[in-house]
């Protein structure tokens, strides 16, 4: 939070505010969850796998939502310059990992990825920590042109799944989707179109699927 000009006060409180409001949501049904700390803008909790994206874009949008609501209460709009963003980190870790080494690396990546790869900050740190350590990496903004990430995350995993069991999908595609991400990136040839570029990541995850029927 920066607000030039303005007594801190204020944005204590609102930080305050927002800390304890935390354990309420994300112990609450869906997240069911378990905060460890909260303490102004910083949060560390734990929380079920398919269930950590979401809740964390749920913090954000409140924490967003509450300083908004102050901005406009105040009249500070034109006045003051006040930026609110919440970049968050989430290590998605093998049971048998060490917590010591886990807890780690989710402030690291919150240190040095969402908060330094990042344009404006404003994104989240994704990071798939397997028994014998990182194993995948990303960056990605909270916002972009074409909406909230966990609103695509989860309409792309809709249409993935439809019909299907997850469960045939071999773990696999997490590698293969890094080594071609370039394929859509800024300067790659699916970079202009959001159909082509879930299209191909759907043949993708079919082809892991037969792989991994074939396996069985």
Request: proline share 4%; glycine share 6%; hydrophobic share 40%.
């Amino acid at each position: 939070v920066e607000a030039a000009g303005k007594s801190t006060s204020a944005v204590s409180g609102l930080l305050n505010e927002f800390a304890n409001e935390v354990p309420r949501i994300l112990h609450a049904e869906p997240y069911n969850g378990r905060v460890i700390y909260a303490g102004g803008d910083d949060v560390l909790a734990l929380l079920p796998l398919e269930m950590a994206l979401s809740a964390a874009d749920d913090l954000r949008k409140r924490y967003r939502d509450r300083f908004n609501k102050w901005i406009k209460e105040e009249d500070l709009k034109n006045s003051l310059p006040v930026k609110t963003s919440l970049s968050a980190s989430i290590v998605y870790a093998h049971h048998q990992a060490p917590l010591a080494a886990v807890l780690r690396e989710g402030h690291a990546l919150l240190k040095n990825w969402a908060k330094k790869k990042v344009e404006g900050k404003n994104a989240v740190a994704l990071q798939l920590y397997q028994r014998g350590g990182p194993a995948i990496t990303v960056a990605i903004p909270w916002e972009t042109s074409r909406g909230a990430l966990a609103d695509r995350m989860e309409e792309l995993l809709k249409k993935l799944s439809k019909d299907q069991d997850r469960k045939e999908v071999g773990s696999g595609i997490l590698y293969e989707l890094q080594e071609q991400s370039w394929l859509w990136g800024s300067s790659g040839p699916l970079a202009a179109s959001s159909d082509d570029r879930d299209q191909y990541v759907a043949s993708i995850v079919e082809k892991s699927r037969l792989l991994n029927q074939t396996d069985k």
